[in-house]
């Protein structure tokens, strides 16, 4: 999940799956052909028009929203799936950050008494998206313990 992005079609699919997966997609540099070089872009939109990729979006880490035509990528480098609280782009990761918890305050408040499996999985994902030390530094408290230390593993076991 949290892995190298492989080209456009990796970062739509990072961007149109935001709510199941969280994140973001994040390049170390890109370079346009005009020679402009922005630093730790995370991409917002990917626009798709009769199956071609016509243009991208992305923020860069002055909070720069600049918008391009695919032809004009030269150069993008360290391309990755991130979470919210590995982003490199401060700017970015502060407006997803805000964000998210106030997606997460109205979730609880919607579900204000009632803590089912799936409301649990849904708040999990968003703190694990931000991380319990953003949770706790904006003193949020959830109707359920979460504990900061779990080491996540996938539920299948292999002999």
């Known amino acids: ?3 190298m992005l492989f080209g456009l079609k990796d970062i739509h699919t990072v961007i ?11 390049a ?10 922005f630093l730790n872009p995370v991409f917002t939109n990917v626009d798709i028009s009769k199956g071609q990729y016509v243009s991208f979006g992305f923020i860069d880490e002055k909070g720069v929203n600049i918008i391009a035509h695919v032809d004009q990528i030269a150069v993008i ?10 982003l490199n782009n401060t700017y970015i990761q502060q407006m997803m950050v805000r964000d998210t918890l106030q997606y ?13 499996q799936t409301f ?14 953003e949770l706790n530094k904006h003193n949020i408290t959830l109707p359920f313990n979460v ?13």
């Open 1 to 3: 999940m949290f892995n």
């Open 16 to 26: 149109s799956n935001k709510r199941k997966i969280g994140g973001a997609a994040e």
């Open 28 to 37: 170390d540099m890109i370079q346009l052909s005009s020679g402009e070089t």
């Open 77 to 86: 480098k360290g391309l990755q799936h991130k979470l919210i609280c590995q």
């Open 104 to 116: 997460l305050q109205k979730l609880c408040e919607v579900n204000a008494g009632f803590v089912t």
């Open 120 to 133: 649990k999985r849904e708040a999990l994902k968003l703190v694990r998206d931000v991380s319990v030390k």
């Open 147 to 159: 504990e900061d230390n779990i080491v996540h593993m996938n539920e299948r076991l292999f002999a």
